[in-house]
């Protein structure tokens, strides 16, 4: 991937994942999300759907990414730019709440720890 997507791509990516009635539409929007998750675009993308708060399919995607880049791509980002990612983290987990989706919950313990990963740097 050689430039960002825009994030209406990117939400249009995810309604094709979940929502397209051919199963080789769904295929084509897991492969394309795929290679977005493994670009370095996708730790602003993630953030932003994460921000938008926009559907639980966009959440989750969303804050699988963020949890798999810092799980395997964290020496991507630069270090001046671990304190901004940790404020944005702890922001993200002070929105969740009782009516917070489980889909989303189950995320949370592992973005937990990559925020004390980062913290701890």
Known sequence: MDSAP???TVLQAIHALYHHPDPAGKEKASVWLGELQKSVFAWQIADHLLQQNRD???????????????QYAFHELPPATHQSLRNSLLDHISKTNAGTNQVIV????????????INSL
């Open 6 to 8: 825009s994030i209406e």
């Open 56 to 70: 639980l399919e966009s959440c989750y995607i969303a804050a699988q990414t963020m949890r798999t880049k810092i």
């Open 106 to 117: 189950t995320q949370i313990p592992q973005v937990q720890k990559c925020y004390f990963k």
